[in-house]
């Protein structure tokens, strides 16, 4: 299998060719993109819109590095529904943030293990099985860091306009219980050799 490295040139839809190199030769590259979804109704608090950015270093012995910075906030369908807030003040919201860091994570290109998209996805695949992902809440460890390790998986996939387009998060472990099992959804916005 080929996968072609790109870069979307914002504004001009252009997409230009890095590189080509087979799927296991691919060693050294870097991802990034946006987080754009929302979580269930039944987390606690929820359903939060969640909104950030996040980065993806694949390295040299088929490991990688992921971070991602996220807000979230209680969204207008949670201001509807049974766990109502104030709709004219925005701080009953439950506004916060959470920074996530998965280190040394192995690095696979099955992206038939990866959730679904529809249309479906046609293109590459980069697998990202983690080992625990440390993640904080408002800068100190997040509530559900003392119940154990959670784990992530991480997919990146495309189709043949744009090999590298989807992003996908999915938590395992204690983190389900904020983030839900779904998974988070986003785009990716740059890929570059290094």
Known sequence: MKIRISRILFGIGVVLAIGTLPAQELRVAHFEGLINDYSPANVAGGPYEMRGSWSLDVQKGG??????????????????????VDPNNPATRSQHTHHIVVTNATVGYDPSVCPVFSPATTGAGIVISSSPATTTGNGGPASFESKGPSTLQICITGGTEVEFSNFTMVYTGPATGHFGTQAIHGVVTSVSSK
Request: hydrophobic residues 45%; aromatic residues 10%; glycine residues 10%.
């Open 63 to 84: 490991v990688a590095n992921f971070t991602t910075d996220i807000n979230m906030a209680t969204s207008d369908y949670g201001i509807a529904g049974a766990t109502a």
